[in-house]
T-cell receptor
Framework: DTGVSQDPRHKITKRGQNVTFRCDPI?????LYWYRQTLGQGPEFLTY????????KSRLLSDRFSAERPKGSFSTLEIQRTEQGDSAMYLC????????????FGQGTRLTVV | GENVEQHPSTLSVQEGDSAVIKCTYS??????FPWYKQELGKGPQLIID?????GEKKDQRIAVTLNKTAKHFSLHITETQPEDSAVYFC????????????FGDGTTLTVKP
């Protein structure tokens, strides 16, 4: 297993377009997290899944954002009608889901909205 | 909600010197404190973590200390090397959901050869 995988690594889109990112967690990790990181700041929590259930959403996750994890394995994050303020690094992390276990981050998807 | 503050924002040291990064947190329910290293264009990588039932943890040249009463925790890197140059983030969360963390704003560490 090579860790958390994210695709694409980079995405440039025009304002108003929709984009979708994919995250493949470490095999058998039950929990999957999405974060957003803007330049010069730490990652900010967006949402997380326990298996296929989306258990928590941050207030940062506006109604233009939607995340899914249909079979409890990979996850997608979609942004509709992108705005310039959506430009950021979108990070995915996974953990086994038990207490006292760490989370592992992927390399991220860098989104640029022009 | 939780708030994590991290200082300094930039730190420059000579190779071989020590580096110290400090963080404070606000939520007394937080009991898991990971530290991440992030290199340019990459995701954060966990380098060490500490849980609230211990006051100090060490792994080779890296150590973390935790003062629960004061809600402070610190990262200490000894014998720094140029490859230690990166952005370091502290974070706070709960053992029950260690992946849902509140991060500090990072410290850019530069180790000069």
């Amino acid at each position: 297993d090579t860790g958390v995988s994210q695709d694409p690594r980079h995405k440039i889109t025009k304002r108003g377009q929709n984009v979708t990112f994919r995250c493949d967690p470490i095999s058998e990790h039950n929990r999957l997290y999405w974060y957003r990181q803007t330049l010069g700041q730490g990652p900010e929590f967006l949402t997380y899944f326990q298996n296929e259930a989306q258990l928590e959403k941050s207030r940062l996750l506006s109604d233009r954002f939607s995340a899914e994890r249909p079979k409890g394995s990979f996850s997608t994050l979609e942004i509709q009608r992108t705005e310039q303020g959506d430009s950021a690094m979108y990070l995915c992390a996974s953990s086994p889901g038990q207490e006292d276990t760490e989370a592992f981050f992927g390399q991220g998807t860098r989104l640029t909205v022009v | 909600g939780e708030n994590v503050e991290q200082h300094p924002s930039t730190l420059s040291v000579q190779e071989g010197d020590s580096a110290v990064i400090k963080c404070t947190y606000s939520d007394s329910a937080s009991n898991y404190f990971p530290w991440y290293k992030q290199e340019l264009g990459k995701g954060p990588q966990l380098i060490i973590d500490i849980r609230s039932n211990v006051g100090e943890k060490k792994d080779q040249r890296i150590a973390v200390t935790l003062n629960k009463t004061a809600k402070h925790f610190s990262l200490h890197i000894t014998e720094t090397q140029p490859e230690d140059s990166a952005v370091y983030f502290c974070a706070a969360s709960r053992n029950t959901n260690a992946g849902k963390s509140t991060f500090g704003d990072g410290t850019t560490l530069t180790v000069k050869p």
